[in-house]
């Protein structure tokens, strides 16, 4: 138990391909049991209460570890969006941003995922596996449920997510963090703050849209078949 909490830095644990095949097929599960059951409250209810669990485990262990501030704030993404689809009020622009932002923050973090650099299993592998799984599943319900196409465009999501940036790039300043992954980039690397600020930003405005047009889509697409049957 002491290896699952410890803060002695080892190297992120390596993937293989059965397990990395494991991670993708569970993100085609999460997606199709909220498709199918988002409407189901006790559904809902246990994967907001496994997102607070998760939540109230790794900051136990921050605080309890005296983990530094330039790890310990929620000051990365898919963090932000966990806790805003889990306590903001619905129907809020604020909360709609964040559960596209889920979505697309938790398919990107599974698909390509960065583990800190404990040797596994860690409360931290344990967090970032659990944690965005739920918060895929969590912003899928909302969506499903509350999503108003209305209440984002591109500008609007352009300029929420350039200030919240510049929030969280403040933050790395002010931390030495590497919080929204603003310092170092996965992919494409550390090209300077600026170049790394835009690269992030247009990179996440991008993503957050087409999530947000697959959703008007399919809504659109449920609109047009309810028609067809009423008019029958």
Avoid at 36 to 64: D, M, S, T, V
Avoid at 167 to 181: A, E, K, Q, S
Avoid at 202 to 214: D, E, H, M, N, R
């Amino acid at each position: 138990m002491h290896h699952f909490f410890t803060t002695e830095s080892t190297a992120p644990p390596a993937i293989s391909a059965l397990w990395y095949s494991v991670m993708v097929l569970f993100v085609v599960t999460a997606i199709m049991m909220s498709l199918r059951y988002y409407q189901n409250e006790q559904f809902r209810k246990c994967f907001q209460y496994l997102q607070g669990f998760q939540l109230i485990c790794l900051y136990l262990w921050y605080f309890a570890y005296h983990i530094p501030w330039s790890n310990s704030l929620p000051f990365y993404h898919c963090r932000l969006a966990m806790f805003a689809v889990l306590f903001l009020p619905d129907r809020w622009k604020s909360k709609q941003f964040f559960a596209l932002m889920g979505v697309s923050g938790a398919i990107f973090a599974l698909g390509y995922p960065v583990f800190d650099p404990y040797t596994f299993p860690h409360i931290t592998s344990f967090s970032f596996l659990l944690g965005h799984y739920c918060l895929l599943i969590n912003s899928l319900i909302y969506l499903l449920k509350d999503y108003d196409a209305s209440l984002l465009d591109f500008k609007r999501i352009l300029i929420i997510t350039s200030s919240l940036n510049a929030v969280i790039f403040v933050v790395n300043l002010m931390t030495g963090g590497d919080y929204g992954f603003l310092t170092k980039p996965p992919l494409v690397g550390d090209h300077g703050p600026l170049i790394n600020y835009i690269v992030v930003t247009l990179f996440l405005t991008c993503a957050i849209y087409l999530v947000s047009k697959a959703f008007q889509t399919m809504l659109e697409e449920k609109g047009e078949r309810r028609l067809r049957i009423w008019q029958k």
